[in-house]
């Protein structure tokens, strides 16, 4: 069966958490089924059985040749660093730092993901988590009255986005500083809602738009060698 038709029956079928890891990762690397069969030397079929079956149970030695072919660990695909803070591996002996241009800041915030806010508060700034998204190179994003990030609104402040590679002891950071404001007029609000994907995973009630235009933005990337 070919590789797209393949792709659209599994977008459709049930996963498990260890299916839906190997799925994102392979995205992430822009592996097909077959590619990354190969590179952990298992079968197409059996890829796709893992991806597609909740019950699954792959060996110890399938686990660690999926984590070498996807470029992670074992751990990693497993979800037992879930509930850990990202980067407690250990640093790579060869590394390089690098600064990124605005383009690939821009490139790496993509259209939509998580970001982190950072915003004035009665008690002193605060940072927290938001659903964003990319629409027109301005970051915006769902809140309500009386959250955290509605103080976000008429302030110069700081947003965040950043990926750790605990298995490749790997990753980078954007930073953009800009003006938040209230998104009010009815066309531009509906305009939103159809471009941005991102919606808040909080739930709830969250139909204020708060959009933030950025007047710098630096990153910065760390690989190993």
Not at 28 to 43: D, I, K, N, P, Y
Not at 52 to 80: D, K
Request: net charge positive.
């Amino acid at each position: 069966m070919p590789e797209r038709a393949m792709g659209k029956k599994a977008d459709s079928s049930p996963r498990g958490d260890l299916g839906r890891r190997i799925a994102q990762r392979r995205a992430e690397l822009g592996l097909t089924r077959r590619q990354a069969a190969a590179g952990a030397g298992v079968s197409p079929s059996y890829l796709r059985h893992l991806e597609e079956h909740p019950a699954a149970a792959p060996s110890a030695g399938v686990l660690l040749r999926l984590a070498g072919a996807l470029g992670t660990t074992v751990t990693e695909l497993s979800g037992g660093n879930v509930d850990l803070p990202p980067g407690p591996g250990r640093a790579a002996r060869h590394r390089r730092f690098a600064e990124l241009s605005v383009t690939e800041c821009r490139t790496l915030i993509g259209t939509h993901g998580v970001g982190r806010v950072a915003v004035p508060t009665s008690a002193g700034p605060a940072i927290v988590p938001v659903n964003y998204s990319v629409v027109d190179g301005k970051i915006v994003f769902r809140t309500a009255p009386g959250t955290t990030p509605w103080q976000a609104r008429e302030n110069l402040i700081a947003f965040e986005v950043d990926r750790i590679d605990d298995g490749l002891s790997q990753g980078w950071s954007v930073l953009l500083r800009g003006h938040a404001e209230v998104v009010t007029e009815p066309e531009e609000v509906r305009r939103l809602e159809e471009r941005a994907y991102s919606m808040p995973w909080v739930g709830g009630r969250r139909d204020v738009w708060v959009r933030i235009d950025p007047v710098g933005m630096t990153g910065r990337r760390i690989e190993s060698r």
